[in-house]
């Protein structure tokens, strides 16, 4: 019997998914993506992008969201679901045990992944984990609405790369 873990929110994040293209916009369509299918609501991934690119005054300082046709920073995912009535929040250092947990409760989990030589990085929306096939995602790279399988070594080996940071959207603001 193969050990699976599967997102209550799968179908929606799949059938919500919108391509990114050729940009470097992963992060803004991810986000796009999930609010879609927890909240219904249907921006467009190409202008929160532009929108996320201007710094926005949150207490003192102001807080810069995306790099201009780069990297989408987590607190700039976690900043955009907040607006939203989401609970979220952004954390290093997690692990592969909490991602199934987490899952398996219903939290919407968002991995960045990539790697130092040469320097990338991107973001899916994690949907299923499965003992044979690996890690299933959402991933705005391709068109279709299927998960996007990463094998184990893999995915730990690029999302160790990356600190194993991870972009959280908690279930219980989420579907409330």
């Given at each position: 019997?193969?050990?699976?873990?599967?997102?209550?929110?799968?179908?929606?994040?799949?059938?919500?998914?919108?391509?990114?293209?050729?940009?470097?916009?992963?992060?803004?369509?991810?986000?796009?993506?999930?609010?879609?299918?927890?909240?219904?609501?249907?921006?467009?991934?190409?202008?929160?992008?532009?929108?996320?690119?201007?710094?926005?005054?949150?207490?003192?300082?102001?807080?810069?969201?995306?790099?201009?046709?780069?990297?989408?920073l987590p607190w700039g995912m976690v900043d955009v679901?907040?607006?939203?009535?989401?609970?979220?929040?952004?954390?290093?250092?997690?692990?592969?045990?909490?991602?199934?947990?987490?899952?398996?409760?219903?939290?919407?989990?968002?991995?960045?992944?990539?790697?130092?030589?040469?320097?990338?990085?991107?973001?899916?929306?994690?949907?299923?984990?499965?003992?044979?096939?690996?890690?299933?995602?959402?991933?705005?790279?391709?068109e279709v609405q299927d998960p996007f399988w990463v094998?184990?070594?893999?995915?730990?080996?690029?999302?160790?790369?990356?600190?194993?940071?991870?972009?959280?959207?908690?279930?219980?603001?989420?579907?409330?």
């Amino acid at each position: 019997m193969t050990l699976k873990h599967t997102s209550p929110h799968s179908t929606k994040l799949l059938k919500s998914l919108r391509c990114q293209g050729q940009s470097n916009d992963c992060g803004a369509y991810t986000t796009a993506t999930v609010l879609k299918a927890l909240r219904g609501i249907d921006l467009e991934p190409d202008q929160l992008a532009r929108e996320m690119e201007k710094p926005v005054r949150r207490g003192l300082l102001p807080m810069v969201r995306k790099i201009p046709n780069s990297a989408t920073l987590p607190w700039g995912m976690v900043d955009v679901f907040k607006q939203h009535g989401l609970n979220a929040h952004w954390r290093f250092f997690s692990n592969t045990d909490y991602l199934k947990q987490q899952l398996d409760r219903g939290n919407v989990l968002m991995p960045i992944i990539g790697n130092w030589k040469p320097l990338w990085a991107h973001v899916m929306t994690l949907v299923d984990v499965d003992e044979e096939k690996g890690w299933g995602f959402a991933n705005t790279q391709y068109e279709v609405q299927d998960p996007f399988w990463v094998a184990d070594a893999t995915f730990v080996s690029q999302w160790k790369a990356m600190g194993n940071l991870l972009v959280e959207v908690e279930v219980e603001a989420a579907v409330g």
